[in-house]
């Protein structure tokens, strides 16, 4: 599987002006339109902050600024399938690592890559707050657990 090109094409802006509307006037308010914006399509493309910056009368170095520094915030387009593995404490002592190697040589997967058809994300993450369960893995928001080398792969040759 291949890096995906991450190209921002221009997508509906009318789709969060209702949003924009509601919020209109009000400082503090580029957190929840970024959110909702989010929400609307999947992530954050470059034009639709532009838009954004340009309706609430923000610099846009500020709604950057805002998108960057929030975790919670993507400026990449992601996959339909979000995988997350987990690779904390408990997580690695039980075997995480097999599990990351196993995905990248039979996946083709390294952490951090979204597919060139958008179907899957790949992450690692530290903490998925279900220790009790290590290894773990989440996929969407189905957490799966005790996983051993071969399970997660198998989780995902199962999606559509
Ligand atoms: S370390 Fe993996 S869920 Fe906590």
Do not use: W
Not at 51 to 57: F, L, R, S, V
């Amino acid at each position: 599987m291949n890096h995906c090109a991450c190209e921002d094409e221009t997508p509906d802006l009318s789709l969060i002006d209702d949003v924009l509307e509601r919020y209109r006037g009000q400082k503090g308010a580029i957190i929840p339109i970024l959110q909702k914006a989010q929400a609307t399509y999947g992530y954050l493309p470059r034009p639709v902050m532009r838009y954004i910056a340009e309706k609430t009368n923000t610099p846009l170095h500020q709604v950057f600024g805002v998108a960057t520094f929030y975790s919670q915030f993507f400026l990449n387009r992601r996959g339909k399938y979000i995988i997350q593995q987990c690779d904390g404490t408990a997580c690695h002592v039980r075997g995480s690592g097999k599990i990351i190697d196993a995905v990248q040589t039979e996946l083709g997967l390294s952490p951090g890559e979204t597919t060139e058809d958008y179907k899957y994300t790949y992450e690692v993450v530290y903490c998925l707050g279900s220790c009790g369960l290590a290894p773990v893995a989440v996929i969407n928001d189905k957490v799966i657990g005790r996983l051993k080398p071969r399970d997660l792969i198998d989780h995902v040759k199962e999606l559509e």
